[in-house]
């Protein structure tokens, strides 16, 4: 089975992220950078058919700068066999739809019978590349998995919903976005690190995918980042529990207007 999982190269989620002055974007200087924590569960779960048994291998694809190469290595650390860069200034400033149109005509290069990816990146949280290269792609989709079987060329996928879980069965090839709880991915042990720094990446640029700026223009634009509020210091209220009762719905209907 040729397995392919889509990464990203995102802030770490402890990093502290502040914007620019400006408000265009977010500051990076001294930004530490990791592999996308959902797609570790992804790049896990294809580890894990791999080590089930059978001919399988797994292939590691990002789109991102000159250091997203680390967090490719990262996957070849836990068990990956190769990755592939999707490097190039037109593929810096695309979206979400750009970055599906470009793994889609990356992996229509190879072969394959199952794409994993992570159910959403931490830093934008759109949560559209799986499905949208899915769709480019002309395969079955199904996101936020928590468990999933491979039988007889189909996958069987329990799939959450908002407080409920959906069972899908669909046909090889598909793509599948993996949700925390899919499994617990692993720590790479040293000799794997080791051997994963003097892995050669395979680097692709746009024109060997046959693709144009045109091609990769964002749909959507940011127009400014900033902080949120800072949260309002909350108010205590003492006296009768029936008074504080009544003031509090008071409060909630005149002040919060949430009721």
Sequence with gaps: MNIIVCVKHVPDTEAAIKPLPDGSGVATDGLNYVLNP???????????????????????????????TKSLRTAIAMGADEGI??????????DAQGTAAI????????????ILCGKQAVDDDCAQVGPALAERLGIPN?????????????V???????????????????????????????????????????KEIKILDAAALGMSPEDVAPKAKRLSVS?????????????????????????????????
């Design 38 to 68: 959902y797609d570790e569960f992804a790049v896990e779960e294809a580890i894990r058919i791999k080590e089930s048994g059978g001919d399988s291998t797994v292939t590691v694809i990002t789109v991102g700068p000159e250091d997203a």
């Design 85 to 94: 860069h999707l490097k190039d200034p037109a593929f810096l400033e695309t």
């Design 103 to 114: 793994l889609s005509e990356a992996v229509k290069t190879l072969p394959y019978d199952l």
């Design 142 to 154: 199904v996101s936020v998995v928590t468990r999933m079987s491979i039988e007889s060329g189909k």
């Design 156 to 198: 069987v996928a329990h799939s959450e919903l908002e407080g409920a879980t959906q069972v899908l069965e669909c046909t090889l090839p598909a793509v599948l976005t993996a949700q925390k709880g899919l499994n617990e991915p692993r720590y790479p042990k040293l000799p794997m690190i080791m051997k994963a720094k003097r």
């Design 227 to 259: 902080t949120p509020p800072p949260r309002r210091a909350g108010r205590v209220l003492e006296g009768d529990v029936a008074e504080v009762v009544k003031e509090t719905v008071r409060l909630l209907k005149e002040e919060a207007k949430v009721l």
